[in-house]
């Protein structure tokens, strides 16, 4: 044999030897599930998070907030409110039809409906309270859809609708009583 063989012979020798070095001896017996459970104890229960609070407003702290979402607003004289803005509710806006093709529409009539549940006492609000501005600031006019004037007592919920042409994008409902914003919730038009 050469000694270029009897080399190879030698690395391919210990190259097994090696590989079967780092196997571990075959188990006895494979554990049954019964022992796998008992052997990993028991599985924490994980609990529940901290309950998610609502939040506060008075006049000169507003809450922002992304639109659906509650808010707890305490009036001058004591009055508390749970105030909740809700929409847009976009009208069916047909596409704007090109010589070329089809794109979507630059902007949709929607509606915002606010809902006061007075908590303690009772609060009078109208719909002239309510304003919106597009992603650039500028206003959307708001008229109101239904009742322009309700009066939120305890156990009786009251909505104010307000309807409006709103921009593809981002925009804002506010509520305001008297010089103070209240709340300001947030939301998108998506009209593609």
């Known amino acids: 044999m050469t000694a270029r063989r009897l080399l190879v012979l030698a690395v391919a020798a210990v190259a097994i030897a090696g590989v079967a070095g780092c196997s571990d001896p075959p188990a006895p017996h494979d554990p049954s599930p019964a ?18 609070t609502t939040p506060t407003a008075v006049p000169g702290r507003p809450a922002v907030l992304a639109i659906g979402g509650p808010v707890r607003v305490t009036l001058p004289g004591g009055s508390t409110v749970l105030a909740t803005a809700l929409g847009p509710r976009q009208v ?3 596409p704007t039809r090109s010589a070329t093709r089809r794109r979507p529409p630059d902007s949709t009539k929607a509606t915002i409906t606010l809902r006061l549940q ?12 309510l304003s919106s501005r597009d992603e650039t600031g500028k206003a ?3 008229t109101p859809r239904g009742a322009t004037r ?4 305890p156990g009786l ?3 104010l609708t307000v309807g409006g042409t709103f921009p593809t994008g981002a925009a804002q409902v506010t509520w305001r009583s008297g010089s103070h914003v209240l709340a300001v919730w947030t939301f998108n038009i998506e009209l593609d």
């Open 35 to 52: 022992q796998v459970v008992a052997s990993l104890g028991a599985v924490p229960i994980p609990s529940a998070g901290p309950a998610v």
């Open 92 to 94: 069916h806006t047909a």
């Open 118 to 129: 007075a908590v303690r006492g009772d609060l009078i609000a109208d719909a002239g309270q």
């Open 140 to 142: 959307v006019a708001l």
């Open 150 to 153: 309700v009066h939120a007592r």
């Open 157 to 159: 919920a009251q909505t």
